[in-house]
Nanobody, 124 residues
Framework: QVRLTESGGGLVQAGGSLRLSCAAS????????MGWFRQAPGKEREFVSS?????????YYADSVKGRFTISRDNNQNTVYLQMNSLKPEDTAVYYCAAKPIQRGLGPDGYDFWGQGTQVTVSS
């Protein structure tokens, strides 16, 4: 079992930045691929970014955030981050952290564990 707790959401103006954090319980954090997803009102949840660790980080981004968002992880702190720059109103959503066994790779599927989410609102 992995418990995930997101933080760092808030209200920001377009063009601004936020950094989301996701703290994970457990002592085997490095054995999990971690992902960020988001869900805007009235829309389906969508993949944002993911990261695995195998001696070094491998990352994967949705086209909509590529070049603006950066995912990273600190295995010593059991935490994954999402640095969000150049935010747009269309980035407004609840952002969720998720985890899956690292063997399932970087893709957007196969996540077993989910956090409660943190709200990000970008005003125009």
């Amino acid at each position: 079992q992995v418990r995930l707790t997101e933080s760092g959401g808030g209200l920001v103006q377009a063009g601004g930045s936020l950094r989301l954090s996701c703290a994970a319980s457990g002592r085997t954090f490095s054995m999990y691929a971690m992902g960020w997803f988001r869900q805007a009102p009235g829309k389906e949840r969508e993949f944002v970014s993911s990261i695995t660790w195998s001696g070094g980080d491998s990352t994967y981004y949705a086209d909509s955030v590529k070049g603006r968002f950066t995912i990273s992880r600190d295995n010593n702190q059991n935490t994954v981050y999402l640095q969000m720059n150049s935010l747009k109103p269309e980035d407004t959503a609840v952002y969720y952290c998720a985890a899956k066994p690292i063997q399932r790779g970087l893709g957007p599927d196969g996540y077993d564990f989910w956090g409660q989410g943190t709200q990000v609102t970008v005003s125009s």
